[in-house]
């Protein structure tokens, strides 16, 4: 074995060598969030459609980090599940325009709601949020 691995090899015996998870990391780091098809972990999920249906992006970020625009999914949502952290969107792309803070919880944004009932035991509340937010979402930012 090279002198390289034997290094390597010894780093779990140090008491404060510890495997970190994503948000850890990105944090440490200095990281921003990152968009998914939000099927893996994501800490947000927006939906295309009313009652969590259509298209969707999953959003994770380390607190204090975001995402400055959504990408093709801009002005697109008309639903929001968010599983972690509490979260502030905004109207503009880098955080311009109107804001909202939300926390864990389904959120319906659209006039056109047509109930959801399949949230599971995670949620405990069901909201349907001022309609114009509806297909208004351009950036997003973790606060907690």
């Given amino acids: ?67 400055a625009a959504v990408g093709s999914f801009n002005d697109k949502a008309s639903s929001i599940m968010i599983f972690k952290g509490t979260w502030t969107f905004f109207e503009n792309i880098y955080g311009g325009g109107r804001s909202i803070t939300l926390g864990p919880g389904l959120y319906d944004l659209s006039p056109t709601y047509g109930g959801y009932g399949g949230a599971g035991g995670f949620f405990t509340e069901f909201k349907i949020l001022d309609h114009s937010w509806n297909d208004t979402i351009s950036s997003a930012r973790r606060v907690g």
């Fill in 1 to 67: 074995m090279t002198k390289t691995a034997n290094k390597l090899n010894s780093l779990d015996r140090i008491a404060f060598v510890e495997d970190i998870d994503q948000e850890a990391a990105a944090s440490y780091s200095g990281g921003i969030g990152w968009i998914n098809d939000g099927n893996h972990d994501p800490d947000v999920i927006l939906y295309e459609n009313v009652s969590f249906g259509g298209a969707k992006i999953g959003v994770n970020a380390a607190i204090n980090d975001g995402v």
